[in-house]
């Protein structure tokens, strides 16, 4: 009866569990429905896929560049055109008035990400993200976790309490020895059972998204997809000579620490 208790605990954790990741699975599935049925736009995709404005920012520029919203230079400067109209998205606007501002010297792809000029194209992106999970989460380890003392629990219980040992075993023997036999058994549990952690959630979304944005990509002429990737990396500030370069050995001033760290969105999805 205690190894049954101990283990009933178990299982009500594991149920539990799966309850959870049922419920939010069926609200995002209907986040999902609804924005399908409206449409996904091409930069909102490009956003869901991968929460890195970088890639919503190419895919904005391309839809623009294609629509004559935008023009490139062979160098990637990027200006606006003055009689074309108006963006109908919320977000392109807001690039092509930010593009506007910035007529006369033109912008850089890397600029978009850092320049406040464009910092309400950046919430804008930020804001139309589905509130959905892009993995699923975490629930094999915290099972696993949990059965440690679990174990621990149901060898002290049977131990302290002078229950008997079934088959014939040696009580004290049997009992402290069920945590090493019992936690490996509930780690094989959970890791056959959890498959899924860790996983992209929502694999045919996600596809569905990247198609959006793929195509939209490939509107624009490659020319001018190759103009745009000219800076889409802000280069690194010219070394002193003779400075030393042990500080970018030791990460300091390096591109990746400085370009997108306070526009990437910094969502995990990792959890439910």
């Given at each position: 009866m205690i190894i049954a208790g101990w283990l009933g605990a178990f299982f009500a954790v594991d149920v539990a569990l799966r309850v959870i990741r049922w419920r939010g699975g069926r609200r995002d599935r209907a986040f999902i429905r609804r924005a399908t049925a409206e449409g996904v736009s091409p930069v909102r995709a490009a956003y869901q896929r991968s929460h890195w404005l970088p890639d919503a920012t190419e895919v904005?520029?391309?839809?623009?560049?294609?629509?004559?919203?935008?023009?490139?230079?062979?160098?990637?400067?990027?200006t606006a055109v003055e009689s074309a109209p108006e963006p109908a998205d919320p977000a392109l606007r807001a690039l092509v008035e930010a593009l506007r501002s910035r007529a006369a010297t033109g912008t850089r792809f890397h600029e978009v990400q850092t320049e406040g000029e464009f910092g309400a194209f950046r919430a804008r992106v930020k804001e139309d993200v589905l509130p959905v999970k892009k993995y699923n989460g975490s629930q094999r380890v915290g099972l696993i976790w949990f059965a440690y003392p679990l174990v621990l629990g149901m060898g002290l219980h049977g131990g302290r309490s002078g229950?008997?040992?079934?088959?014939?075993?040696?009580?004290?023997?049997?009992?402290?020895?069920?945590?090493?036999?019992?936690?490996?058994?509930?780690?094989?549990?959970?890791?056959?059972?959890?498959?899924?952690?860790?996983?992209?959630?929502?694999?045919?979304?996600?596809?569905?998204?990247?198609?959006?944005?793929?195509?939209?990509?490939?509107?624009?002429?490659?020319?001018?997809?190759?103009?745009?990737?000219?800076?889409?990396?802000?280069?690194?500030?010219?070394?002193?000579?003779?400075?030393?370069?042990?500080?970018?050995?030791?990460?300091?001033?390096?591109?990746?620490?400085?370009?997108?760290?306070?526009?990437?969105?910094?969502?995990?999805?990792?959890?439910?």
């Open positions: 904005a520029l391309c839809g623009l560049l294609a629509d004559g919203v935008v023009e490139v230079s062979d160098d990637g400067l990027v229950a008997p040992a079934p088959g014939g075993i040696e009580e004290p023997e049997f009992w402290a020895g069920l945590p090493l036999l019992g936690w490996p058994v509930l780690t094989l549990w959970a890791v056959a059972t959890w498959r899924e952690s860790y996983t992209e959630r929502r694999p045919r979304f996600a596809r569905h998204c990247r198609d959006i944005a793929d195509a939209e990509l490939a509107r624009a002429p490659a020319r001018d997809r190759k103009a745009l990737r000219l800076h889409r990396s802000r280069p690194a500030p010219p070394r002193a000579p003779g400075a030393s370069t042990s500080g970018r050995a030791r990460g300091e001033g390096s591109d990746d620490a400085a370009d997108w760290t306070a526009d990437t969105g910094g969502d995990s999805f990792d959890s439910d």
